[in-house]
């Protein structure tokens, strides 16, 4: 089931286009990471998925049901937790939680239990009777995190949920996404930390300049600019080296020797490290050191845009 369905959208404002003809397929149970620079379109995509801004042309549906004719429903099924940390200081955590409940039509007793229920899942139960000035940074954005949870909504969005926290709180909150996500929730994340997108992730869109430039699983955006494993060994000595035998096992394309190193490229869809070794040990030639080279989605993300994710 797709939660969510984006055909040809487009968002200008005056003469300025924010979402460029965006077409975008979330199923259920992914954790989709939207990456983009600042400015690219990512927010607004998120601010119209919510109902917070209307479209110049194309179709959003969540659940199904086309945002424009059915807004209410699908808000009642949306949780969002904002960059901008949207709590009040004036009132304890367990009010915080239930306020937001509230809003979402929860009553008595089922109120009082999900309220409970959403502080304990991020940690915070024995702070119910606190204030969020009490709070570190990151024990805010997990009280953040509670008040959009609470009416158990079959899509999450987290907006950096992670920005400005400690590691630990960090930690908390990745493994926080995780869990909600092993209970049934879809979840948007948009991070401006690489690391935590290859580590959630099921599948990212990257967005630039209002377009989707690239979209996959890790290894398939990995594979847009890295089309061959590469392997560099380390050896005691490079004389017996010949680099046509090395190019006559499967798969390899390329050697290159320098100084006292071995670099190797080969075939993506070939594993042949073990007859590499075997020929540096059969020619015995002993090995100091290998190591795999393996691209990150930061380097194709400078490669699609230009631009580092931070910049």
């Not at 995190?145 to 158990?152: D, Q």
């Not at 994340?189 to 990212?204: G, K, W």
């Amino acid at each position: 089931m797709k939660i969510v369905r984006i055909e040809n959208l487009t968002k200008r404002f005056r003469d300025f286009t924010a979402v460029d003809n965006v077409n975008l397929n979330i199923e259920q149970g992914e954790i989709y990471g939207l990456l983009g620079p600042n400015g690219a379109g990512k927010s607004t995509i998120i601010n119209i998925i919510c109902g917070l801004l209307g479209m110049n042309s194309g179709s959003v549906y969540i659940l199904n049901k086309d945002i424009k004719k059915e807004c209410n429903y699908v808000k009642s099924n949306i949780g969002i937790v904002p960059q901008d940390i949207a709590i009040y200081e004036d009132l304890t955590a367990y009010e915080n939680v239930k306020f937001f409940g509230s809003l979402y039509g929860l009553k008595g007793e089922e109120l009082k239990f999900r309220v409970n229920e959403a502080l304990d899942f991020v940690g915070l139960g024995d702070k119910y009777k606190s204030y969020p000035n009490e709070f570190s940074g990151g024990m805010k954005r997990r009280l953040n995190i509670a008040c959009a949870i609470t009416h158990k909504p079959k899509l999450i969005i987290m907006d950096e949920p992670t920005v400005g926290i400690d590691p630990q709180s960090r930690n908390h909150v990745l493994q926080s996404v995780k869990k909600l996500n092993s209970l049934g929730s879809t979840i948007i994340y948009t991070s401006h930390y690489m690391e935590e997108v290859e580590e959630i992730c099921t599948r990212i869109g990257i967005i630039d300049h209002g377009k989707l430039i690239g979209e996959g699983t890790k290894e398939e955006l990995k594979s847009i600019i890295w089309d061959k494993q590469r392997v560099s060994i380390t050896v005691d000595s490079i004389e017996k080296i010949k680099e046509e035998d090395i190019k006559r096992i499967k798969g390899v394309v390329s050697v290159q020797i320098n100084n006292d190193r071995v670099d190797i490229s080969s075939d993506n869809d070939i594993n042949n490290l073990d007859e590499i070794i075997l020929y540096f040990t059969n020619q015995h030639i002993s090995i100091d050191n290998i190591e795999s080279q393996k691209p990150n989605l930061e380097a194709v993300f400078l490669t699609l845009t230009g631009r580092k994710l931070r910049d």
